[in-house]
């Protein structure tokens, strides 16, 4: 190990000293198997904001091919505040997650960095906040949000712990996206197998009632898809289902 990786494994330990340690617990411990992304999320920000203690609202900014939503949040102002932000296409949560830079706003009515945002976040009641990157993946990024009622409430203290909670909190962030679009991907291929054995069932059906080969069956069941307008599986669907109620119960 060179001075250099000494050096990082040094500042890591520090860092993660700076949080509680039932917060480092209470992350590492989130188990996905039992758990929907959703919740999952919520946890997050509801446990920065018990480790940044002088915000009144946390959220998460999640930024996926492009289109930047709020993925959780503790309360109505972080989401408003947030949402400010997207129909802008600018403000602090979104340059922190894209740039990958921390973001603290003194104090939002003498704001210039963000000249449309500032004022319009300061209406609603923000008047100073913190925005810290997310380091997740290329095709997922974010930064996690702290507003604050009162201007100036952070300090050098809050922005070491909100950068460290970020990067832990990036972990469970990421396990949990990823765990969700496995689950996802598995569901929609039990689907498609279901649609298969359908459309197969619809097939021999029409193969045993006009004696036609596979390849004609399918492109009857095509052809009433196209004149019905609508789906493959449905059309099949429906016809099993006609045949299975005509059919006389098992003795």
Request: proline share 5%; charged share 25%; hydrophobic share 40%.
């Amino acid at each position: 190990m060179g001075v250099g990786e000494e050096e990082s494994d040094e500042r890591d330990l520090r860092v993660a000293d700076s949080l509680p340690a039932d917060v480092l617990a209470r992350l590492a411990t989130i188990v996905l198997a039992e758990e929907t992304l959703d919740s999952v999320l919520s946890k997050v920000v509801e446990l920065a904001k018990q480790v940044i203690t002088p915000a009144d609202e946390v959220s998460l900014t999640l930024v996926r091919r492009g289109r930047a939503e709020t993925a959780a949040y503790t309360g109505v102002l972080a989401m408003q505040a947030d949402e400010r932000q997207y129909g802008l296409d600018n403000g602090p949560c979104l340059d922190a997650g894209r740039g990958g830079e921390i973001f603290y706003i003194r104090d939002m009515r003498t704001e210039d960095r963000w000249p449309a945002y500032a004022p319009q976040a300061a209406n609603i009641g923000v008047l100073s906040s913190l925005s810290v990157p997310l380091p997740i993946q290329e095709d997922l990024i974010g930064a996690l949000n702290v507003y604050s009622r009162r201007p100036e409430a952070f300090d050098e203290d809050d922005i070491r712990a909100g950068q460290t909670f970020a990067a832990y909190a990036a972990v469970a962030v990421a396990n949990a996206d990823s765990f969700a679009s496995t689950a996802e991907m598995a569901e929609n291929l039990r689907h498609a197998m279901a649609s298969r054995a359908t459309i197969e069932q619809a097939k021999g059906i029409l193969m045993a009632r006009g004696g036609v080969t596979p390849e004609h069956a399918f492109e009857m069941l095509v052809r009433a898809s196209q004149r019905e307008n609508r789906k493959l599986r449905q059309v099949a669907s429906e016809l099993v289902e006609r045949v299975q109620q005509r059919q006389p119960p098992a003795p």
